[in-house]
């Protein structure tokens, strides 16, 4: 053999050996040492209170979450957990993420209350991340950062307590501010997923080339582009095939009324399924965070399509079919709404713009 072969060989069974471990975690103690192998199982265990688990992987890493993993209760900042590395496949095997929701839970969210950890989780992977359980998030699940392509799926967000008053919420259900999945990234998949919440079942801030499809939102504010601030551009995202039950509306554009230099465009819906709109069946407003209040002219929204197959909401009655509020000229070109069908409701308002096509309220 050939002496570049031999050191060539050499350096393959070093890295191999190195990374070739299994590491388990069953303390934070633990993480420091396991993180480095290339197979990392996680647990059943409870984080101690006020601090974070965070876990920064090696390239091509296997993580299997073979028991729950509950978060001890403190207010503090957080988040919770916090998972980096490129190229890995996270099997959540069903097991839960417990965020001990009830505890901070006050109906105020982040707008006032107890501090809540937030987001509960931050995903700053590539790879795949899949058959994870989050129970009970404080306030926000998912936040989402992937550093290359990223498939999220069969996740389920359960923060279905929140819905109801408790002892600290003066009526208002517990829950609040706790979006589904916030993203600001390129190349995002997220399937095949369940969310019950309070707030957002999607939040896309930013971004390219995400695809949210084959998805269940229960109770929550739909599915959302937006709140958009200045100077972003979302560009390329793709709702299709969603359910979505009970929510105040099926989806949404929401910009900050006080943005500049941003660019909504190219977001494509096709056979979403939603029944029980409360509010709106789709609302695309500039004057967030107030609704249908003045509108700002800073975010440029264009190329907004239905497409086959058929979109079907079913507005409660009261609720508006859609509700559309433009700044003057920042609500661009003819936007192909064909293949969207409203049932129940009323005509809502439709202002400063005069380019959809093929949809008329009823
Ligand atoms: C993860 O560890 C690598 C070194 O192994 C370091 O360069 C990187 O900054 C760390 N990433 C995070 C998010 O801590
Ligand atoms: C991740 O995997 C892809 C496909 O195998 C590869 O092209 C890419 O370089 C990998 N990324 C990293 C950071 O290892
Ligand atoms: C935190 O409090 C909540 C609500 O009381 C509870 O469900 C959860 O189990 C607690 N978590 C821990 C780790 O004790
Ligand atoms: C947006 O960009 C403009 C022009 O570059 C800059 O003046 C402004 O501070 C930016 N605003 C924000 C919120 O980033
Ligand atoms: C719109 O976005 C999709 C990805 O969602 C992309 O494939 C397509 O090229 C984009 N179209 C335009 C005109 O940029
Ligand atoms: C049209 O947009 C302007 C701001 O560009 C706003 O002042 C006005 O209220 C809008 N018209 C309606 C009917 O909302």
Redesign the pocket.
Known sequence: MSNILVTLLALGLASSVKGGCIGEISSLDDVPTAQTCSTVNINSFTVPPGVGFTLNLTNGATVNLNGNVLFGNMSWSGPLFTVSGDNITFNGNGNIFDGGGPFYWDGLGGNGGVEKPAPMMKIKISGTYSNVVVLNSPERAYSVSNPGPLVMRNLIVDDSQGDVPNAQSNGLPAGHNTDGFDVSTTNLVIQDSLVHNQDDCLAVNRG????FTRNTCINGHGISIGSIASNVTV????ISNNIIIDNDQALRIKADATSIGSIVT?I?YSGNIAIGMRMFGILIDQSYPDTLGVPGNGVIIS?INFISPQTVIEVDSGADQIAINCGIGSCEGLWNFADLSVIGGIEGPINNFTGVEGFTQT
């Open positions: 390219s080339n995400i695809v560009d390329g995202v793709i190219n494509t190329d």
